[in-house]
Nanobody
Framework: QVQLVEFGGGLVQPGGSLRLSCAAS????????MGWYRQAPGKQREMVAT???????NYAESVKGRFTISRDNVKKTVYLQMNSLKSEDTAVYYC??????????WGQGTQVTVSS
C-alpha cells in the first residue's frame, strides 16, 4: 500500500490560485493512477481529477479549464494547480492512488478555503 502526504492547502481569495502537492512512497508509483478528490461539509467525496502513469487525465466538469493535474514519476509526486478559484471549491482535498480507477490509498487531506 502506498503512503500519501499532501501539501499546499490554505486560504485564498476568489479568483486566486493554489497548488497542491502529494508525495508518495512505494517503488511502483509510475504504475498507479493518481487522483485528487474533495469533500465539502455535508457533501459526499467527489473526484476532481485523475492522471494515469502515462499522463492521461480526466477532470470533473466543474473544474475543467481551471484545474490542472500533473505528476513527476521521478519525484513520486502529483500536483493539482488550481486557478480561478471559487467559493464552491472550498473543501478538504484528498490525494489518492490505485492500480486502476478505483483508489486504494488516501492521504490525510488538506483544507482549501476560498473566501474573501
Amino acid at each position: 500500500q502506498v503512503q500519501l502526504v499532501e501539501f499546499g492547502g490554505g486560504l485564498v481569495q476568489p479568483g486566486g490560485s493554489l497548488r497542491l502537492s502529494c508525495a508518495a512512497s512505494g517503488s511502483i508509483f509510475n504504475l498507479y493512477v493518481m487522483g485528487w478528490y474533495r469533500q465539502a461539509p455535508g457533501k459526499q467525496r467527489e473526484m476532481v481529477a485523475t492522471i494515469t502513469g502515462a499522463g492521461s487525465t480526466n477532470y470533473a466538469e466543474s473544474v475543467k479549464g481551471r484545474f490542472t493535474i500533473s505528476r513527476d514519476n521521478v519525484k513520486k509526486t502529483v500536483y493539482l494547480q488550481m486557478n480561478s478559484l471559487k467559493s464552491e471549491d472550498t473543501a478538504v482535498y484528498y490525494c489518492s492512488a490505485g492500480p486502476g480507477n478505483r483508489p486504494a490509498s488516501w492521504g490525510q487531506g488538506t483544507q482549501v478555503t476560498v473566501s474573501s
